[in-house]
């Protein structure tokens, strides 16, 4: 195995590899994206999306209202990804990115029969058909923005057992307390949205149900995070400095959560730390993987206000691309799930 370059290697070679950029090339244009306003993907992933999506571009999809009685009122929120993102997400995405916030809700499910679930953005549907095969004779509802995701969730399971719908998961329009599990995965959006997404799960559930929350703590993606920092101090960029000096102070962190979570009404909190690393081949294939341009990415920018890092983040495409061009670079991810009941 190629030694991963360390920061302080990377700091002495940028001062004459790196020169400064100001195209203003926003941030997700920057990680693999055409000028043409569609994304692409190079090589067999791009083809097995593409082919993924024509597949899937013949069918039809009716809402079941077989698996819950209550249909939600609010089904009218604006899609989020479209149906070549929402193909590659399911293909791509959950099964090397999502998976590790899965992992971690279900050490603390609470197993029973004849659950009733509400899966708040819900995206492709993962992990619902896990969920229904380990519990006998549960039902359950998704809601999630894009009506694309929606669409590919709803092959995943019998309409018999989850029913999907496009709306706004912080207003999902389901009858309260009628859900004896809600399920939050990879929540994206400021603690704000955040919180608005949590009182939503606590009015749904019936007393002594149960909230699944998993995110990733702020100490995550720190080989990403550093890059940003290093072109902030290379380049006197006083927004992101003062931006990232708020992050450090204003940590995701369990207590934060915690927090966020007794405000909501929940109690009886419990939570699983999960520390892993995100493996790619060279700092190409970094930048070519679509869990960093739909989750990673606007997780940064949530941490950092949204504070503009178009530029910054065209230094980093480039550092990355040229420090680990042909060795081997580990991203951290710390995965925090937490239990709850109302």
């Known amino acids: 195995m190629s030694a991963v370059t360390t920061k302080s290697n990377r700091a002495a070679a940028s001062q004459d590899v790196l020169p400064a950029t100001h195209s203003g090339v926003r941030i997700l244009a920057v990680i693999c994206e055409s000028f ?41 929120a604006a899609p989020v990804f479209d149906d070549n993102e929402a193909a590659v ?34 995206l492709t549907g993962y992990p619902d058909k896990l969920l229904v095969e380990r519990m006998p004779n549960t039902v359950g ?36 307390e009628s859900y004896s599990h809600a399920l939050i995965l990879h929540p994206q959006g400021s603690a704000q949205e955040r919180a608005k997404v949590l009182r939503e799960a606590a009015r749904l559930l019936y007393p002594g149900g149960q909230l699944l929350l998993s995110l990733p703590l702020s100490r995550s993606f720190p080989e990403v995070v550093d890059l940003v920092e290093e072109f902030a101090l290379k380049y006197d960029d006083a927004p992101i400095t003062l931006a990232l ?33 995100m493996i790619y ?46 060795c081997q670079l580990e991203v951290g991810l710390t995965v925090v799930a937490f239990s709850a009941r109302v």
């Not at 060279?282 to 950092?304: K, M």
Request: glycine share 6%; aromatic share 10%; with cysteine.
């Open 36 to 76: 043409s306003g569609s994304p692409t993907w190079p090589g067999a992933a791009g083809e097995a999306a593409r082919a993924l999506m024509l597949a899937k571009s013949g069918r039809s999809w009716y809402p079941s209202l077989t698996a819950v009685n209550d249909t939600p009122e609010n089904i009218d």
């Open 89 to 122: 997400v399911d293909t791509f995405v959950v099964p090397s990115y999502l998976c590790h916030f899965w992992a971690a809700a279900e050490k603390l499910l609470l197993v029973g029969d004849g659950a009733r679930i509400a899966h708040l953005g819900s």
């Open 141 to 176: 509802v998704g809601i999630d923005a894009s009506e694309s995701c929606v669409e590919l969730a709803r092959q995943k399971v019998s309409a018999e057992l989850f029913s999907y719908y496009s709306g706004d998961p912080a207003d999902s329009g389901l009858e309260a």
């Open 245 to 277: 000096e708020r992050a450090a102070a204003e940590r995701v962190t369990v207590e934060s959560v915690s927090e966020e979570l007794e405000a909501a009404g929940f109690r009886d909190i419990d939570f699983e730390i999960i520390h892993d690393v």
């Open 281 to 326: 081949e060279n700092g190409r294939a970094l930048l070519e993987d679509p869990s960093v341009r739909y989750f990673v990415v606007p997780q940064i920018e949530t941490w950092l206000d949204q504070v503009d890092l178009g530029d910054a983040m065209e230094y980093v495409s480039r550092a990355v691309d040229k420090y680990w061009s042909d």
